[in-house]
């Protein structure tokens, strides 16, 4: 049967009609487009200027009437009084950095002088630390706080003044009468890092009458800032976010699977035999046992050093000599070992005080602590010392010593769940996660990080055990020893599906985490009135802390070379960031140590150079159950050894730490 054929004008007929259609619904959409376009135009318009001009009116107006900060600087060629100065001008810091830029200063005999008026917003107790070669004289509010000269000593010293909220005026006099010059002033809050005086609030002169027009310019600066920034992320999330959220989910899938690919081939190229790791027999089984053994033994013998006749081995919680006069009463009728040498102790003495007063019910606490609101947050291994040292003040002190000890010592028995004596390898990383930096530093000064990672590995057990509500009331419960634990809740999510029943589950299980840290919070508020959110100002905007820690910790090395103990710091960095690689690249949602590790690492990102400072400083207690996580993950693979040494550096200063030669 054939086809018919249109009519040719018939069908040219139809070409038309459907050109003349097309074209119309183009217009149509076009004008439909332009509609639009000029109803965005005006609003668009009224918002450009707007920002453009509180923008333009925030900058002119910050120029004109900011308040100038900082110090009054005045150097003299001479050292005696009647010297006629060099120069007058406004600097932020108090330090000798200004010879080096003008080498036309005299180096000997001058004389340098800061004055100014520091703000503080609230009364605090603050630590002035000074010292320098040859004198320097620190004043507040016409006062003398610390004095250092020949004869009293140029080496740093640190005292300690109670200043009220407002303003008090502060003179530096610094004099240089031959030889060599240093000059050493900084400052902190009572226990706290000290800092320089850059940081303060520290203004040329009293500003009274401009602190009113400061608070209103800076308003004027957040709103600016907010009128450039909040309507367009408003605006992009009302247009685009269904489209960046598939974005989304298809980079983080994509990465997903890339990384569990080439995770894949990683550990089926580690796995070939080779022959390191040829199956161990019988005899080399016992012989890694007996290995196990020996490092525990090692480890008790090491701690038997710090045994003290009379004071047993309270020389472990670090009392200092500075903090001595302010013990609690009962603590000082105990014999306990006291760090001379105007040491200020460390943290352990706050929490072993803690212990003999674990209700905060000893009105001494409030001045015997540093700062008793965030000491008393951390209260559960006060709690567990007052049990094991049946509230006797002796026995309690003792019991908190050596409460580390006994954790290192479950610790290394827990810990063969996952690294068995089975092989070597596993033996390094089971020695490389006890003697750790961050854990070694715990024992050695009475910390909460060692009874902290027990806690956190006995919550890890009970979830492999599919004990979610055990594991949620282990991980809440050790959020009384540290808040930072409570990252541990990251194991817990996801572990029991989207089912109603799960769900029920998850929410109890919520419950059991967040709820005790909340009541004792409610407890410490009312004894105290307060709780000290801040805590020491621990926490700043993503890698600003990890970068100042990196610069000084170069800095110093270039300065002095590999002799400085910035060494130290430079091997904690590098096997931090090893850790922290690692667990990034290594992506396995569904182990609950991964998740663990990963969740640390996000923390260390957070963390400000008051945790970073130190050779190391306290990062390495901080990140330990990353350190831990990296080393139960790490693969049996031809790729082992590189990782482990460069991720477990700190390990080297650890067992230095516990009386063994130095290797670097």
Known sequence: ???????????????????????????????????????????????????????????????????????????????????IPLFRRTSRGIDLDFLEDEPSLPRRSFRVQWKGVWHLPEARLIDIYAGGDDRVVVRVDDRVVVARDAARGMHTIAERVALDAGFHRVVVRYEQYGGDFGLNVRWARAGEVPRSFESASIFPERPDAQLKANRRLATLRRVAGAV?????????????????????????????????????????????????????????????????????????????QFYRPGTGFTYLIFFGEEFQERTLSTVEAVPHYVHRRGSFGYDGQFYAQLAVAPLLDDPGLQDALDSAPYRARRILFSWTAFALGLGQPGWVLQAYALQNVLCWVILAWLLQRWLPPARFRNFALWFACLFSHGMIVSVQRSLLEGPSMLLIVLGLLALEHRRTIVAAGIVGLSGLGRETNLLVAAALAGSGGWSARARARAFVAAGLVAVPLLLWFAYTYSVYGSLDLEGGGNLTMPLAGLWQYWESTLGELRMVGWASRARYSLLALVSLAVQAGYLIWRVDWDDHWWRVGISYCALMLLLSINVWEGYPGASTRVLLPMAFAFNVLLPQSRYFWLLFVFGNLTVVQSLADLGMPRLV
């Open 1 to 83: 049967m054939g086809l018919v054929a249109l009519p040719a004008g018939r069908h040219e007929g139809l070409r038309l009609s459907i050109r003349l259609s097309a074209g119309m619904i183009a217009r149509f959409e076009s004008s439909q487009m332009m509609f639009k376009q000029s109803r965005l135009r005006l609003p668009l318009t009224v918002y450009l200027l707007v920002a453009t001009a509180l923008g333009w009116l925030s900058l002119h107006l910050d120029g004109r009437f900011r308040t100038e900060t900082g110090l009054v600087h005045t150097f003299y060629r001479e050292t005696d009084s009647a010297s």
């Open 228 to 304: 450039w920034l909040v309507p367009p992320l408003l605006f992009a999330l009302w247009v685009g976010w269904p489209h960046a959220l598939r974005a989304g989910r298809r980079v983080f899938q994509s990465w997903c699977d890339r990384s569990r690919l080439a995770w894949r081939r990683w550990r089926q190229e580690g796995d070939r035999p080779v022959p390191w790791s040829a199956e161990p027999t019988a005899r080399q089984k016992r012989a890694l046992q007996f290995l196990y053994v020996v490092v525990v033994v090692g480890f008790l013998g090491a701690v038997g």
